[in-house]
């Protein structure tokens, strides 16, 4: 060895050994602000062959930085090596992804500039722009292709006549409640160069659900009596059409909630999610059927859905089946929500065969589609260290593969640890959560707690992203708290007679699940017991509020974000009355009027002590703003408890927009600090400085 090797060698060594001395960056801990900038992907569709899948990426827009609104929705196209481009991006709103039969182009529905409204576009893989191939006088919100790819059949509403436009302008602009709510029509167009005028199919009801048949001219569709959305919900049937004439070739039963519908490749059968029963909370039953081609009379055969040839594929299954898509002729690949994990499945089309391909653990899965020869896959997918990004897996794959990184940035930031709790009931019933510890936790010290409660309740948390405007998670843990995601009886994912649990029993025993849950973290030595914390939105917010009241020595700090407050006068408010008689209240108020009052946040605010945040949007229908505005009158007149209330102007039942999501964001931490960790006592100030909410550390 030659001496300038020697000295090369010693500088070498002296440097690593400066290197691994120095100390780490730092990592951030999550904020608000990071909240506020997560890409997120909705939907991922793998092309016929497989080679490529497009995707929608959620990009939201930077509060005072932009004009407000909710988040765009671009479009992207990712390769088998993770190479991803932009097809449509910037100030765009993208939906209804698809690839075109030939795989040679891929269509999407969108409000470009000089739409008036949503329109049919299609843009080449190879490069070129985007052309609008379908615009209509009204927005087009769903849509098929024809096998040959020269027709498609789209969903919208029927165009209003030019004398009741002209009316408008003259003033009359009068809404008749429920009964001017347009119906959504089938429609069949010719693309193309032998482009022709939108024709309407004569149908019963009100559309959704569309599917062009693989191999000749039938549609699927779902229709609903009405176009209302207790309808939808809950008496929505599938059809099978004949594209040309009309005319209904097949009526099926299918009871209660329906999910997705998909032909087999060759035609001859379908399989849909639905409900096991009109009770089932949620659709989450595997279903196939064979389709028979011949014109019906009336209406479907009585006896259910055993008389319109439907077949559960998975009779007692303890999960809910979400996606699902034909691999071959006879056989149906699934997604299975399994307690906190997800599972992606094959199974033969008479229910033999079964075979799960992705086990309990890996990433949360939330969509799937197939090449056309079945034996590639595209997903979304998420896990507790990032939000959705497309996964593919293809036939012999030992698993799925992460092909796009929409947040790179999350490799400097401070996670902390998300584990999986398991805990018994006051009645012996193991319920399942999800627990982020806080960031940096010290063994021995106990911590504050915000408890988050799911709305649904038909729906559950699961082992994957957390952190949301609403939902601390992440932001929470970064500030000293532990968080907890209970998934209470009557939650899906564990099968529907778990979903049914609470059947009868709203804010019974579901709600005491999540105390217990608190109870079983105090005893881990995790939770101080003085200072738990309660949030959600909807039924979770509903919770939140029972929380407050009946439940008022047990939390600290509310907060209720557009929640049940009054189950008598919901009755009389919400626009899904029916869904909720039928899947979770049983009765009627007038069946049972002190029932219907004794589970009312409002009947027990005499007791509350909880200091509470109320926040509600100003157009939600589901659960009406009265409802916010009668726990905060009630909590103030009756209670000494500090109460506010915040209505957010333009927001429906979830808010949309980046400054409304922002602002809200910051009060439910803002409030969870100063009654669990601060002073307490009168509320915080109500004015929010959002520049240094917004200033990177």
């Known amino acids: ?8 060698i010693l500088a070498l060594a002296l440097l690593l050994a400066a290197l691994a001395a120095a100390p780490l960056a730092a990592k951030e801990p999550f904020a608000p602000r990071h909240v506020a900038k997560l890409h997120s992907v909705a939907a991922a569709v793998i092309s016929p062959d497989g080679s490529r899948i497009a995707y929608v990426l959620t990009v939201p827009r930077p509060p005072l930085a932009e004009k407000d609104g909710p988040a765009w929705a671009e479009l992207h196209v990712v390769d088998s090596s993770g190479v991803s481009r932009r097809y449509v991006a910037g100030q765009v709103n993208v939906s209804g992804v698809a690839w075109k039969p030939d795989g040679k182009k891929i269509s999407f529905l969108a409000k470009r500039e000089g739409d008036d409204y ?6 080449p893989v190879d490069g070129g722009e985007a052309r609008r191939a379908l615009a209509f006088e009204t927005d087009i919100t769903a849509y098929s292709w024809s096998p040959d790819g020269k027709r498609v059949a789209f969903l919208a509403a029927m165009p209003e006549t030019a ?5 408008k302008e003259k003033g009359f ?8 709510v347009p119906p959504v029509h089938v429609w069949i167009a010719a693309v193309g160069e032998k482009a022709e005028k939108p024709r309407a199919l004569e149908l019963p009801g009100s559309a959704s659900e569309l599917h062009w048949s693989p191999v000749d001219n039938r549609l699927v569709v779902a229709l609903a009596p009405t176009p209302l959305v207790d309808d939808d919900l809950m008496s929505r049937k599938v059809h099978v059409v004949d594209a040309d004439t009309g005319k209904v070739l097949a009526r099926f039963d299918n009871p209660g909630k329906l999910g997705e519908v998909a032909w087999s490749p060759d035609g001859k059968q379908l399989a849909m999610v639905s409900a096991a029963d009109i009770n089932d909370p949620a659709a989450g039953r595997l279903m196939v059927a064979p389709v028979h081609g011949e014109p019906v009379q009336g209406e479907p055969a009585a006896g259910g859905p055993e008389a319109s040839g439907l077949r559960d594929l998975l009779p007692g299954y303890e999960g809910h089946v979400s996606d699902i898509a034909w691999q ?24 033999t065969g079964r075979k799960t391909l992705i086990s309990a653990g890996g990433p949360v899965l939330t969509g799937f589609t197939l090449s056309r020869d079945g034996l590639a896959a595209a997903f979304a997918g998420e896990s507790s260290a990032h939000p959705s990004e497309v996964f593919t897996m293809k036939h012999g794959e030992a698993g799925p593969q992460r092909l796009t990184d929409s947040n790179p ?6 996670l902390a640890a998300q584990e999986v709790v398991r805990y018994k009931a006051r009645d012996g019933l193991e319920i399942e959560g999800l627990l982020i510890r806080p960031l940096n936790e010290e063994k021995g010290k106990r911590y504050p707690l915000i408890l988050v409660v799911h709305g649904g309740p038909e729906a559950h948390y699961r082992n994957g992203w957390l952190t949301n405007y609403a939902s601390p998670g992440q932001m929470g843990a970064a500030r000293g708290f532990a968080v907890f995601y209970p998934n209470y009886r009557g939650s899906t994912g564990r099968g529907v007679a778990f979903s049914k649990l609470n059947y009868g029993d709203f804010a019974g025993r579901e709600f005491d699940d999540f105390v217990d849950g608190v109870d079983h973290l105090i005893a881990a030595g995790l939770v101080d017991r003085a200072r738990v914390g309660i949030t959600g939105g909807s039924y979770g917010g509903y919770a939140s509020a029972w929380g407050a009241t009946y439940y008022s020595d047990r939390f600290a700090a509310s907060v209720a974000l557009f929640g049940i407050s009054d189950n008598v006068s919901k009755e009389g408010t919400s626009d899904i009355p029916e869904e909720m008689r039928l899947v979770h209240q049983r009765w009627r108020p007038w069946e049972n009027w002190q029932l219907f009052l004794d589970r009312s946040p409002i009947y027990h605010a005499g007791k509350a002590r909880t200091p509470t945040l109320i926040a509600h949007g100003k157009e939600d229908t589901r659960v009406h703003p009265s409802q916010s505005m009668e726990l905060y009158r009630h909590l103030k007149l009756r209670s000494q408890a ?3 209330l915040v209505f957010y102007a333009g927001e429906p039942h979830g808010f949309r927009r980046a400054a409304s999501r922002f602002d809200y964001c910051l009060r439910m931490l803002q409030w969870m600090e100063h009654y669990l960790k601060g002073p307490g006592g009168a509320p915080p100030p109500l004015e929010l400085d959002y520049d240094t909410a917004l200033k990177e550390e």
């Open 328 to 351: 071959g002729a006879d056989t149906v690949m699934f997604l299975g929500g399994e307690g906190v994990w997800t599972t992606f499945n094959r199974i033969n089309a008479d229910g």
């Open 163 to 167: 004398a009741k436009k002209k009316l």
């Open 409 to 414: 940035w999350l490799a400097d930031m401070a």
């Open 642 to 644: 500090p109460v506010r």
């Open 173 to 180: 602009s009068q809404q008749i409640y429920e009964e001017d």
């Open 118 to 123: 949503r329109s049919l576009y299609v843009i």
């Open 1 to 8: 060895m030659t001496k300038t090797s020697r000295v090369r």
